[in-house]
């Protein structure tokens, strides 16, 4: 049986006991869902390619920590978005980031692209909890984990955010029609 028929918890096991086929096939599967979160959080591909490098090898270097009875990929995802928030803190990125691939894909007008482009548009604060709960499936709980900040503040961030995205993309259609 080759390793990619393995089912994560087999790798997980084989990468543990020092595989390092094992740990190559996890990488693989997870990279790419990783690094779309890190890269969905601040907007960079350099800088989402080295949070999910980053995040990969810890997760990898942490293997006897991971939880069995859970799944692999949330958890990886967890870790590259809790990277992706140090590194906006680091940078005191309390404004919005630099305009980067998002603004060009909002020019091609593709519907999925503008959408993308509006939440870029959202200060950070909106930002974070619309990507984390919507793109990345946490819920409020969760998300008030991860930020550090009370539930209530996170529902807030999401209506306000809401509200922002539907008077804004309202404004695109009517501006593209």
């Avoid at 006991?17 to 790419?32: I, K, P, Q, T, V």
């Avoid at 990507?131 to 900040?149: I, K, Q």
């Amino acid at each position: 049986m080759t390793l990619g028929g393995l089912d994560d918890l087999a790798l997980v096991e084989r990468a543990r006991a020092g595989s390092r086929e094992a740990a190559g096939e996890l990488f693989r599967r997870h990279w790419e869902p990783v690094w779309k979160a890190a890269y969905a959080l601040v907007g960079r591909r350099a800088l989402a390619d080295d949070i999910a490098q980053d995040a990969l090898v810890r997760a990898f270097g942490a293997l006897e920590q991971f939880d069995a009875t859970r799944p692999l990929g949330p958890w990886l995802k967890r870790i590259a978005v809790n990277r992706a928030i140090d590194e906006l803190r680091s940078e005191r990125r309390l404004r919005l980031v630099e305009p980067t691939e998002f603004d060009q894909a909002a020019e091609r007008r593709e519907p999925d692209d503008v959408i993308v482009a509006a939440v870029r548009e959202l200060d950070v604060g909106k930002r974070l909890v619309v990507v984390m709960h919507f793109w990345l499936g946490y819920t409020v709980t969760e998300v008030a984990d991860a930020l550090a900040v009370p539930a209530g503040t996170v529902a807030s961030r999401l209506s306000r955010a809401l509200a922002q995205l539907r008077a804004d993309l309202e404004v695109e259609r009517a501006d593209s029609a």
